[in-house]
Every structure is written in C-alpha cells, then in structure tokens.
C-alpha cells in the first residue's frame, strides 16, 4: 500500500529563516511525487512535482523539493521564509489515475 | 483561462435537505474527483469519475451521490443521509492517465455548513 507521511503537523519559522517541510514515501518503486500549498478557503495549488531526471525540482514561489531514492524522502525547502508562505502544504504521490495519495498536511506559520 | 470552478463558496444546509455542490472543468480532462476535508485529516475521497456515465466510489461515499453526464461537469449530491456533512468540498481533475504522470488539478472549494 502506499502512504505518504508528513513530519510535523504544525512547522513554525520566523521572516527570512529556512524553510524544511518533511515528507517519506512508502513504495518499492518511485512514483511521482508532488507538493501542493493551500491558503485558508482556498483549493489547493500545485507547488512543483518530480517525475524523471532531476532529483531537485524547482517550484513557483521560491520552493524545491529534492528527491532522494535512498531516504524514499521528497522534503520541501525554500531559504528564506516571507509573510505570505503562511499556508498549509500538503505532499502527494502518484502511481497513476486513482492512484493520488496525499500526505495528512503541514501547516506553516511564519513569524515576522 | 483554463480551469476548475466550484459553487457556491459557501453553503449552508438545514438538517435533513439535500444539497448540490457544482463543479465544472474546461481543461479536456477525463478524470474528476471529489474530495472533502476536515481539521487535521487531509483531503479523503467521495467519488471520482474516468470518463463520462462512469464513476467509482472512494473511501467516503455514503451519504453522498454524484453523476457525470458530461465531461467538463462532476455535481457532488450531499444528502441527508451524511452525518456529518459540515466541512469543505475540494473538485479536482486530472488527464487520466494509467500511468504516474497523472496529475491532479484543484478548484477552489465549497464550504459546508449544517444549522
């Protein structure tokens, strides 16, 4: 089965420090993995996705995610936390149509 | 523009009434998908959909109905006979496609409220 696990429900950085959103996979193989943002009452947004070659992948908004097979992690980053990150993010794997499974979220409180 | 829309925003249902919650897509997807979500629980399935006049339940379908007469449309039934159906109501698309590249594209949610 596949699951996806987000460490830490509740991540909380101050304005201008790193920002490291956690998330493993469980699968033999590697599927697509993805990062999405969602605002309050708003749907969600996609952040940036892994398919093939490039294990660090560059999203919009100032974010990457790198993919490391060894660790079966795809963590989000961006270097310097801005007021408007505030959000919560969710990480996804595909293994294909009906085959979506999103991690249980991260909320990111940034801190002027 | 190309995109996924949802209405209303915000509803509000009395016990024991039905309630439909539209979604449309003019990206050409085949796949649909309806999703809820709660505090703290991620987004979990209600039903999704691969081509037109077909669709599936997921892990939350009781209590709600859908239909799929046309490819850009996915309306989500609420009934009365969902418990709980206070929360927010995400529509989502995607090609369809067998293989891991499907990607999932999200509308802007509907919140639901039960007085």
């Known amino acids: 089965a596949q699951s996806v696990t987000q460490l830490g429900s509740h991540v909380s950085v101050s304005e201008g420090a790193l920002v490291l959103l956690r998330c493993n996979y469980s699968?033999?193989?590697?599927?697509?993995l993805f990062w999405y943002v969602q605002y309050p009452n708003q749907g969600l947004q996609l952040l940036l996705k892994y398919t093939t070659g490039a294990t660090l992948v560059k999203g919009i908004n100032g974010f990457e995610a790198e993919f490391k097979k060894s660790e079966t992690s795809f963590h989000l980053t961006k270097p310097s936390a801005h007021m408007s990150d505030a959000a919560e993010y969710f990480c996804?794997?595909?293994?294909?149509?009906?085959?979506?499974?999103f991690g249980s979220g991260t909320k990111l409180n940034v801190k002027p | 523009d190309g995109g996924i829309t949802q209405s209303p925003k915000y509803l509000f249902r009395k016990e024991g009434q039905n309630v439909t919650l539209s979604c449309e897509q003019n990206l050409n997807h085949d796949a649909m998908y309806w999703y809820r979500q709660d505090p703290g629980q991620g987004l979990r399935l209600i039903y999704y959909s691969q081509i037109v006049n077909d669709f599936q339940k997921g892990d939350i379908a009781e209590g709600y109905s859908v239909s799929r007469e046309k490819k850009e449309s996915f309306p989500l039934t609420v009934t009365s006979a969902q418990k709980n159906p206070t929360a927010f109501y995400l529509c989502?698309?995607?090609?369809?496609?067998?293989?891991?590249?499907?990607?999932?594209?999200f509308g802007p949610g509907t919140r639901l409220t039960v007085l």
């Open positions: 699968s033999s193989v590697p599927p697509y």
């Open positions: 989502a698309s995607s090609i369809g496609l067998a293989d891991s590249t499907d990607t999932q594209y």
């Open positions: 996804a794997v595909s293994r294909g149509f009906n085959k979506f499974y």
